[in-house]
């Protein structure tokens, strides 16, 4: 019985092939919207969630405000905060814009990053050639710096930068290391920056104060009691005062993230559900209308002892049929939008298995519920009443 309902269900989807597709053409807007926007979401999110976990998942940033008294940390603050329980180091941020210039050529307006040792130990894959500043480079205040891609293509291009000289805001520098391309969607990008050591950014960007450190942790399952332990030493440093200084865990960006994720998920696939409906609503209509039309096929096969649940199988496979061969259609169509979106943008393509389940599932439940009453319709049909019109 199986089988024969199948048959004659195919049958008559291939006999109506317009209709028919005109009928699975909300089912495929709406499984290709459901693939394409939850897909690029999610690789863009977890593009972004990459460039969080590469600055450091396990690092806690520390900004000051500072009061009329103190307006930033010294030295001594920062062994104070080293020296906290589970941290591992502290990376002092001195920042500012500069000038470079080599070779004849000019930049304005590049990134001068102070950082330390600490900051290329925690970020292991940040080099590209060369080496990174170390803590001689930090104690003396020596004149070398690492360079971002762009600055190294723009000044050096077809030359090898190491061991070559680097004006900076006036001042000559050693180049010992380059960095490697940030992505397209890093946060905080060093394609157009220089990194020295902070205490000879110190003396070039004229300040004597550091308002941002980077506080390495070495279990961030710990990150509560370190931030205790950073809020501790800040405010005696800062005297109490409100608002002095600010702490953030980036472990809290990601949950943020995920968070937000999970949200835009959830109402993308929603907004992208109601196509579906539509397409489900459009189902049941051909199925009236297809039972309408075979009332005399239906009440001679009743007349002839075919059994009402068989009817209603056949009618029911039908609009089941349809479901699946929408949202196949719309599976390809949503990968291809996914997967050409992924190109422009610049995120790694995959889709995940629960994003097709929810697709397939969706339409193919669509299928049943709006086939269901077509089905019942069909089934209950009187064959006398049926037979009039022959």
Do not use: C
């Not at 976990?53 to 900004?63: E, F, P, Y």
């Not at 490697?180 to 300040?207: E, Q, W």
């Not at 931030?227 to 960006?253: C, E, P, R, S, Y």
């Amino acid at each position: 019985m199986l089988k024969e309902s199948i048959k004659m269900s195919w049958t008559n989807i291939i006999h109506n092939k317009l209709r028919s597709l005109l009928t699975m053409l909300g089912i495929v807007i709406g499984v290709a919207s459901i693939i394409a926007l939850i897909t690029i979401v999610q690789g863009a999110t977890g593009e972004v969630t990459n460039q969080i976990n590469s600055l450091g998942a396990d690092k806690i940033t520390v900004q000051t405000k500072g009061t009329p008294l103190k307006q930033g940390l010294y030295e001594k603050d920062l062994i104070a905060l080293s020296e906290i329980e589970y941290v591992r180091g502290v990376s002092p941020n001195v920042t500012g814009n500069g000038s470079v210039s080599a070779n004849s050529s000019r930049m304005s307006a590049v990134a001068v990053q102070g950082k330390n040792e600490v900051h290329f130990k925690a970020n292991g894959d940040l080099l590209k050639s060369g080496r990174p500043l170390n803590i001689l480079d930090v104690e003396y205040m020596t004149y070398v710096t690492v360079i971002g891609s762009d600055i190294a293509k723009e000044l050096f291009l077809g030359q090898d930068p190491l061991g070559q000289s680097i004006v900076i805001n006036g001042t000559a520098f050693t180049i010992v290391g380059t960095l490697k391309d940030s992505g397209s969607f890093s946060i905080d990008s060093t394609n157009n920056a220089v990194i020295i050591p902070y205490t000879t950014a110190m003396r070039v960007l004229g300040t004597n104060k550091i308002m941002s450190v980077d506080v390495i942790m070495s279990d961030s399952s710990k990150s509560a009691a370190i931030i205790d332990g950073i809020n501790g030493v800040l405010n005696q440093t800062f005297n109490f005062k409100d608002q002095a200084f600010t702490v953030f865990n980036m472990n809290d960006m990601l949950g943020a993230i995920n968070d937000i994720t999970n949200m835009m998920t959830l109402l993308l696939g929603g907004i992208a559900s109601i196509s579906l409906i539509v397409g489900g609503i459009g189902i049941m209509n051909m199925m009236l209308v297809s039972v309408t039309e075979r009332t005399t096929e239906i009440g001679l096969r009743k007349a002839l002892g075919a059994d009402p649940l068989r009817i209603q199988l056949q009618f029911l496979i039908e609009s089941i049929f349809l479901s699946l061969i929408g949202g196949a259609i719309g599976l390809a169509i949503g990968a291809a939008v996914a997967g050409i979106a992924a190109q422009f943008i610049g995120f790694s393509f995959a889709i995940s298995l629960s994003t097709i389940a929810l697709a397939t599932g969706f339409s193919a439940a669509v299928g049943v519920i709006f086939g269901f009453m077509p089905a019942r319709k069909a089934s209950r049909l009187n064959p006398i009443d049926a037979l009039r019109h022959v």
